[in-house]
């Protein structure tokens, strides 16, 4: 076991630079050759972009890199509890497309939280927007921090500078180039990311013996796990919460963020906008996946000799699990580790170049047209507001460096705000009972629910899989797995930005109760979603009068069963009067059939 860091090659650093040179030079591109004279133009990239480019760009901004260093992590310590997560990342794009996208392109709005207003009111729009500028701002810092741990993981470089060298490029081309600069660089850093985990997946495809090799030591060590079917919220992984933690945060990504429905608002109309969101869903299941291979593909090469264990920790995380393997593993092939580097260079500055988009497009959209009516918001104040925002999260990534384990910390922050979010876009677009102040006692009630569960509750233990720490040169294939032993949580510090602590058994026994953060966005959503409806239900009856909702506020699917069933109501109603004067018929004639008898007969 060597701890020692890599010194990266020539090549390694020229790959490096050209990552950050090339992202540079498309905002630079796109500042001389567009015009840029209005908001739509800047912002919205003039509503005239191609279907593909958005759909890279809807995968490279919602796959940051915390998913590309956590998750295979998480694989590492937990098995693939996490792949199923993909269920939820299919379902959930497919939903919100027909649902909330054809209300934004019926509302003409420029943002996702203009049509809150519209359906709601003032303070509706304002609140969820502050809700999404502070999710966006800590989660960007986390991904800026995550490529910035990497780096300092495996070179020299100190984390500093690796956080001031991707912000200010990252800023530089967001300021610059607007959103076809931000879509354009997303298109070229979704190649660099699958580029970086095709290497590290061939590598250790070569090292391993192939595929089958891989999967067969993996379930021999416990990895290759399916979530238990329960709705106990205490289990830490159970299908139920990792499938609807997968749904909850892709529908409130594709239906109520503004980076992802800023990207689908560059197209032209409907149908495209569609396209776009179904031709993402593979790449985000691919990417996912890939990340959860080079989980067990680290697994498979430490088994025997676990880094975070091990007499000369080399690592302090698991997060640097896989900047750790890159330099195991590909230090003797000049190029491959500054790809891998660039890779996860990329996953960070697609999310945080969208970040800064949509952050300045809620600020100008959202709170200063509305609060400062007579101000006349130009495209170089949005440019003055991008680069305000581009030293914010950098200045926020060095508070987010304490948190801790990426994943965890990743989805407590959507889950804060994740599963309020879509609670209020389905309320807006599937109800019309809901109102403003229903809706705010939702969304505050399910706020403070989700804090408490996020930060109050004692963590519970979760013990991570069997390793070995017999660090001796590594061991054949043939090795026995009777070496694997349970890992003493008491007894080792190395696992502190993990999800579990070193409380012993005993003390965790007194605990009354432990919830699992997976669950976490998902009660904060049924919160919102229970409190908002049956709180505007009461408000509209003390009120005494309906709440009115236009047809173009709902979703069509909303509007079309009602319809359905009120025209089969009319066609039943028409089929019994029908019955009813067919029947009326029949006993006039009748009548006159048995007049004339009796006519007849009295002649006679």
Same mark, same amino acid.
């Given at each position: ?32 050759t567009?015009?840029?004279?209005t908001?739509?133009?800047y ?56 649902i909330?996208?054809p ?59 690796s ?5 200010v490029v990252c ?27 095709f ?10 013996g ?39 945060? &892709?529908? =409130?990504?594709?239906?109520? %963020?503004? #980076?992802? /429905?800023?990207?689908?608002?560059? !197209? +032209?109309?409907?149908?495209? $906008? ?5 031709l993402?869903?593979?790449?985000l ?36 699990l ?28 697609? &999310?945080? =170049?969208?970040?800064?988009? %949509?952050? #300045?497009? /809620?600020?100008?959209?959202?709170? !200063? +047209?509305?609060?400062?009516? $007579? ?11 991008s ?39 389905l ?26 569960? =996020?930060?109050?509750?004692? %963590? ?50 007194d ?25 505007s239900?009461?408000?509209s ?13 709902? =979703? ?24 009813v004067?067919i ?22």
């Amino acid at each position: 076991m060597r701890n020692e860091k890599l010194i990266l090659s020539a090549v390694d650093y020229i790959l490096l630079g050209a990552t950050l040179c090339v992202s540079s030079g498309i905002g630079l591109y796109f500042q001389l050759t567009s015009k840029k004279k209005t908001n739509e133009e800047y912002l919205l990239a003039g509503k005239d972009m191609s279907v593909l480019p958005v759909a890279f760009s809807l995968m490279a901004s919602f796959m940051s890199s915390t998913t590309f260093m956590g998750i295979p992590a998480e694989m590492y310590l937990y098995g693939t509890n996490m792949t199923f997560m993909n269920l939820g990342f299919i379902i959930g794009p497919i939903i919100s497309s027909y649902i909330f996208l054809p209300i934004f392109f019926a509302n003409d709005v420029s943002t996702a939280y203009e049509y809150l207003e519209k359906r709601f009111g003032k303070t509706v729009r304002r609140l969820i927007s502050a809700m999404f500028a502070f999710q966006t701002l800590l989660f960007t810092a986390a991904s800026l921090y995550a490529p910035a741990l990497a780096l300092s993981a495996v070179t020299n470089l100190s984390m500093m500078m690796s956080v001031i060298v991707l912000g200010v490029v990252c800023t530089f081309y967001c300021t610059l180039g607007g959103m076809k600069a931000v879509l354009w660089t997303d298109v070229f850093q979704a190649i660099l990311m699958f580029a970086a985990l095709f290497a590290i997946m061939i590598k250790g495809l070569l090292l391993l013996g192939g595929i089958r090799n891989i999967f067969e030591i993996s379930n021999a060590g416990g990895r290759l796990i399916i979530p238990r079917f329960t709705l106990d919220l205490e289990v830490h992984y159970s299908m139920f919460n990792v499938f609807a933690q997968g749904m909850i945060i &892709t529908m =409130s990504e594709y239906a109520g %963020s503004q #980076t992802q /429905v800023q990207r689908l608002r560059t !197209l +032209k109309n409907l149908n495209k $906008s569609r396209l776009a969101t179904f031709l993402s869903i593979p790449m985000l299941v691919f990417f996912q996946l890939f990340c959860c291979f080079c989980g067990l593909i680290i697994y498979v090469y430490f088994r025997f000799c676990d880094p975070l264990t091990s007499s000369d920790s080399p690592i302090e995380s698991a997060d640097q699990l896989l900047p750790y393997f890159i330099t195991r593993t590909l230090s003797d092939l000049p190029g491959l580790p500054g790809l891998c580097i660039c890779g996860i260079f990329s996953a960070s500055l697609s &999310t945080i =170049s969208s970040a800064i988009n %949509s952050l #300045t497009s /809620v600020t100008s959209e959202d709170f !200063l +047209k509305p609060i400062f009516p $007579s101000l006349n918001v130009t495209v170089f104040h949005n440019k003055i507001i991008s680069l305000m925002f581009g030293a914010l999260c950098m200045g926020v990534t060095f508070l987010i460096a304490s948190l801790g384990h990426l994943v965890k910390m990743s989805i407590i922050i959507v889950g804060l705000v994740g599963g309020p979010n879509l609670a209020v876009f389905l309320l807006a677009a599937c109800t019309t009972t809901t109102n403003e102040e229903g809706v705010i006692l939702g969304i505050l009630v399910s706020l403070t629910l989700a804090a408490y569960l =996020s930060f109050v509750p004692n %963590s519970k233990p979760y013990p991570v899989l069997p390793f070995s720490n017999d660090c001796t040169p590594l061991h054949t294939e043939e090795t026995n797995f009777t070496t694997f032993s349970n890992l003493s949580l008491s007894s080792t510090n190395f696992y502190s930005n993990t999800t579990f602590t070193s409380t012993s058994t005993s003390e965790t026994e007194d605990v009354s109760f432990n919830l699992s953060y997976m669950w976490i966005s998902t009660l904060a959503f049924v919160a919102c979603l229970i409190v908002g409806y049956f709180g505007s239900w009461i408000i509209s009856c003390c009120r005494g009068k309906p709440n009115e909702v236009p047809e173009i506020y709902l =979703s069509p699917i909303r509007i079309k069963f009602p319809r359905k069933c009120l025209n089969a109501k009319k066609q039943k109603g028409k089929t019994k009067a029908s019955n009813v004067e067919i029947s009326k018929q029949s006993c006039e004639l009748s009548t006159i059939n048995f007049t004339d008898k009796s006519q007849t007969e009295t002649h006679l």
